[in-house]
């Protein structure tokens, strides 16, 4: 199974994340498949949040299932998930 899921990178006190395809059997820093889009939460409101909606709709189209907090960064974003 294929999850659209967060990859932490970083330092201890300043995380970023990027937003990758990924099999879920993998574990969470492993080797992705894609990466689509950046999230940090450190940023200003409108720099944390940056993301491909082309190849996002793409992996949900072939069966990804993104993870509950990758869902509420999409719908921060605006993007709805279908």
């Known amino acids: ?7 932490r990178s970083g330092t201890k006190a300043r995380p970023t994340y990027r937003i990758v395809v990924q099999d879920a059997r993998k574990p ?3 080797t992705t498949v ?4 950046i999230y ?6 409108e720099s ?4 491909n909606e082309d190849r996002a709709k793409y992996w949900i189209g072939v069966g990804a299932q993104p993870t509950d ?10 993007f709805t998930l279908k």
């Open 1 to 7: 199974m294929v999850k659209i899921r967060l990859k």
């Open 28 to 30: 969470r820093d492993g």
């Open 34 to 37: 894609e990466e689509i889009g």
């Open 40 to 45: 940090q939460p450190i940023a200003g409101e």
């Open 48 to 51: 944390q949040i940056s993301f």
């Open 69 to 78: 907090t990758v869902r509420k960064i999409f719908n921060k974003k605006g």
